[in-house]
C-alpha cells in the first residue's frame, strides 16, 4: 500500500508562489500516475493537476499556466509548483494515484491565499 504525505502549504498573499511536495512510500511509486487534488471549504475535491510515469502532464483550466507538476523517482516524490496564486486558490491540497486507488488520503497541506 502507498502512503502519501503532502508538505509545503503556507499564507501567501495574492501573487505569491509555493511548492508543494508529496512524499510517497511503496517500490511502486514510479510506475504510478499521481495526481494533485484540492479541496476547498464546502466545496467537492477536485483533480488539479496529474503527471504520468512517462512525465506526461495535465491540468485543470483553472491552474493551467500558473501550476507545474513534476516528480522525481529517485526520491518517490512528486511536486507542484505554483505561482502567481490567486484567493480561488485556497483549498487543503492532497495527492493520490489517478485514478484514486489509495483509500486512505494523506493529512494535506493547507494552502491559504490573502492579502
Known amino acids: 500500500q502507498v502512503q502519501l504525505v503532502e508538505s509545503g502549504g503556507g499564507l501567501v498573499q495574492p501573487g505569491g508562489s509555493l511548492r508543494l511536495s508529496c512524499a510517497a512510500s511503496?517500490?511502486?511509486?514510479?510506475?504510478?500516475?499521481i495526481g494533485w487534488y484540492r479541496q476547498a471549504p464546502g466545496k467537492q475535491r477536485v483533480l488539479v493537476a496529474r503527471?504520468?510515469?512517462?512525465?506526461?502532464?495535465y491540468y485543470a483550466d483553472s491552474v493551467e499556466g500558473r501550476f507545474t507538476i513534476s516528480r522525481d523517482n529517485a526520491k518517490n516524490t512528486v511536486y507542484l509548483q505554483m505561482i502567481r496564486l490567486e484567493p480561488e486558490d485556497t483549498a487543503a491540497y492532497y495527492c493520490?494515484?489517478?485514478?484514486?486507488?489509495?483509500?486512505?488520503w494523506g493529512q494535506g497541506t493547507q494552502v491559504t491565499v490573502s492579502p
Open positions: 511503496g517500490s511502486i511509486f514510479s510506475i504510478l500516475t
Open positions: 503527471i504520468t510515469s512517462g512525465g506526461t502532464t
Open positions: 493520490n494515484t489517478f485514478p484514486i486507488q489509495v483509500s486512505e
